[in-house]
């Protein structure tokens, strides 16, 4: 079967939840098996492209992620429950200008919905042999339950990673953090914090989000967490308790949701 796009004849081979589109210089591959699991897979190669992006939409609803143009998968969360989503990849052409080169609709119907909040990701990315997962089981290795070990990781970020105030305005609009990096030079940014967190959560089974939004803590756009305790979910922002700390201010570790305003959710 052939499939035009733009004036480019692709080869579209078709499997159960798996589709690849092979270009002489393009391969796209988006991989949904574990859809029901709430995970879809990308895999983005042109050598000719310097920026590409991947939607997902769902009720009008769409989230875009910067895609890294590797020949290594990333898994992205399908967070907005059962129902049908669409999956859309984009390539830069030049300026802000985009084409889409890869689209699938399919329907998904999500086995444990809070399961999602375990996995690796993205802009939550972490694996066995990440410092940071490492840490996390040291730290939690005595702890009875979620609070437990949602308590203990929280208070080693807020008292060991500083904010880093440069950093800020040097990153680019496609920025994702790196934990292990985060943790190695013990500062980052609000979204550094939020990654680090649900990262180091998520390796102990703690189910975790990273949130992004308002808050009345700060006038800017803002980056916390929230974590699975006892049935709920319950408010952290380590980046405000951390600056708190270092100026020898009090904090809680939970924070009222009259003064977090969500945008996204991971």
Request: charged share 35%; glycine share 4%.
């Amino acid at each position: 079967m052939f499939k035009k796009v733009g004036s480019l004849v692709a080869i579209l081979v078709f499997m159960i939840a798996f589709t690849t589109i092979a270009y002489s210089e393009r391969t796209v591959e988006v991989d949904t098996t574990d859809a029901d699991e709430g995970i879809v897979k990308v895999l983005y190669e042109n050598e000719d492209v310097d920026k590409a992006k991947f939607m997902i939409e769902k009720d009008s609803k769409k989230d875009y992620y910067s895609l890294k143009n590797t020949d290594r998968y990333e898994e992205f969360s399908l967070q907005m429950g059962d129902g049908e989503y669409t999956l859309v990849v984009y390539e830069n052409v030049y300026g802000t200008k985009y084409r889409r080169v890869f689209e699938d609709t399919i329907n998904v119907q999500i086995e444990d919905e809070e399961s999602i909040y375990t996995k690796s990701v993205q802009n939550i990315k972490y694996d066995e042999d990440s410092a940071a997962v490492k840490l996390a089981k040291k730290l939690t290795k005595d702890a009875d339950n979620d609070e437990e070990k949602a308590k203990a990781i929280y208070k080693y970020i807020v008292k060991n990673i500083k904010y880093d105030s440069k950093k800020i305005k040097t990153i680019s609009s496609n920025y994702v953090p790196d934990i292990d990096e985060v943790l190695k030079d013990e500062k980052g940014i609000c979204y550094d914090y939020s990654s680090l967190y649900a990262a180091m959560l998520r390796s102990v089974d703690v189910k975790a989000k990273l949130i992004k939004g308002y808050s009345k803590v700060t006038d800017v756009y803002h980056a916390w967490n929230e974590v699975y305790i006892n049935g709920k979910w319950v408010i952290v922002d380590t980046t405000y308790d951390a600056y708190k700390e270092q100026h020898d201010r009090s904090y809680t570790f939970k924070k009222s949701a009259s003064n977090y305003t969500t945008d996204k959710e991971y």
